[in-house]
Nanobody
Framework: QVQLVESGGGLVQAGGSLRLSCAASGSVVRLNTMSWYRQAPGEQRALVAEITSNGSTNYADTVKGRFTISRDNAKNTVYLQMNSLKSGDTAVYYC????????????WGQGTQVTVSS
């Protein structure tokens, strides 16, 4: 059974940084497309960043140049480094494993809250 456990969220001042972690069990992160989504109050979940099995990365326009997604294959963990945080980045951040391209489904973590104070 696949399990994704996020950590690293918290309260930070605008302009600060946080690093989110997503530890995976029951699946190998380097073999999958791993993504970070976020959901702010009253809004739909939106893709923030993704990293594919070949290492390609994609980012939402709103975070390009500020956020970096990466993975540590030895630790089977995906990270989201968030710099120059803004109040608009306040949301619950979710880690996902996406196997839809292989006929599978999306697995979601439980989410971690990020709050940016202005």
């Amino acid at each position: 059974q696949v399990q994704l456990v996020e950590s690293g969220g918290g309260l930070v001042q605008a302009g600060g940084s946080l690093r989110l972690s997503c530890a995976a069990s029951g699946s190998v992160v380097r073999l999958n497309t791993m993504s970070w989504y976020r959901q702010a109050p009253g809004e739909q979940r939106a893709l923030v960043a993704e990293i594919t099995s070949n290492g390609s990365t994609n980012y939402a326009d709103t975070v390009k140049g500020r956020f970096t997604i990466s993975r540590d294959n030895a630790k089977n963990t995906v990270y989201l480094q968030m710099n120059s945080l803004k109040s608009g980045d306040t949301a619950v951040y979710y880690c996902t494993r996406d196997r839809r391209a292989l006929g599978g489904s999306v697995t979601w973590g439980q989410g971690t809250q990020v709050t940016v104070s202005s």
